[in-house]
């Protein structure tokens, strides 16, 4: 059973419709949760790190959220530029400095 | 500044050979990560060093895979002998690890290497 549950595979957007990307997890003893945008071709690139529910995170159009057992990717009057793959991961008190990442969320913006 | 620097990007060659991925780290991290990418497992952690020593290999899938690093900008991810499941993206990762507030310093990806084991 997957551990990071990112939805859902794969999101095609109008340019300007704003919607929001879901990473949920079943683990316990959270001590991050980050958010990486991928480009095709290009290793992962960091956005957010999130630490405790409640918090929130803004950049640009995206916003990240963060509650006991989710997280959300909020991305308002998105634009082509925005097309990538979104991923989450989460950091366990138990795990060190490994990341748990999810399969990631498809994002197409289309003009 | 240089980012995580990762050769070769492309490399395709015949079951059973040997192939090594190269890794050079951000100057001044002091942690060091392999991952695999595949369209069905996502992106998954291979290995991690801190201060050049394996701290975790429990993701390296059998022992024809084997990591090193010789020293802090330096690392290698061998497969020896190469098999046609083996093909996927491989990503290093490096990042600087800190106590207490703000320990959660984000990983940086290089490129990756896209391997293809015929």
């Known amino acids: 059973e997957d551990q990071v549950t990112q939805s859902p595979e794969a999101l095609r957007l109008q340019e300007g419709e704003s919607s929001s990307l879901n990473c949920s997890y079943t683990v316990s003893g959270l001590r991050g949760l980050f958010w990486y945008r991928q480009d095709p071709g290009k290793g992962p690139e960091f956005l957010f790190t999130?630490?405790?529910a409640g918090e929130e995170k803004e950049k640009e159009r995206l916003k990240a959220t963060l509650t006991k057992k989710e997280s959300f990717l909020h991305i308002t009057a998105p634009k082509p530029a925005d097309s990538a793959t979104y991923l989450c991961a989460v950091r366990l008190v138990d795990s060190g400095y490994a990341l748990n990442f999810g399969k990631g969320t498809s994002l197409l913006v289309t003009p | 500044d240089a980012g995580v620097i990762q050769s070769p990007r492309h490399e395709v060659t015949e079951m059973g050979q040997e192939v090594t991925l190269r890794c050079k780290p951000i100057?001044?991290?002091?942690?060091l990560f392999w991952y695999r990418q595949t369209m069905m497992r996502g992106l998954e952690l291979l290995i991690y060093?801190?201060?050049?020593?394996?701290?975790?290999d429990s993701g390296m899938p059998e022992d024809r895979f084997s990591a090193k690093m010789p020293n802090a900008s330096f690392s290698t991810l061998k497969i020896q002998p190469s098999e046609p499941r083996d093909s996927a993206v491989y990503f290093c990762?490096?990042?600087?690890?800190?106590?207490?507030?703000?320990?959660?310093?984000?990983?940086?990806f290089g490129d990756g290497t896209r391997l293809s084991i015929l």
């Open positions: 990762a490096s990042t600087k690890g800190l106590r207490g507030v703000g320990s959660n310093q984000p990983q940086h």
């Open positions: 060093f801190n201060n050049n020593v394996p701290i975790d």
């Open positions: 999130l630490y405790s």
């Open positions: 100057s001044g991290h002091d942690y």
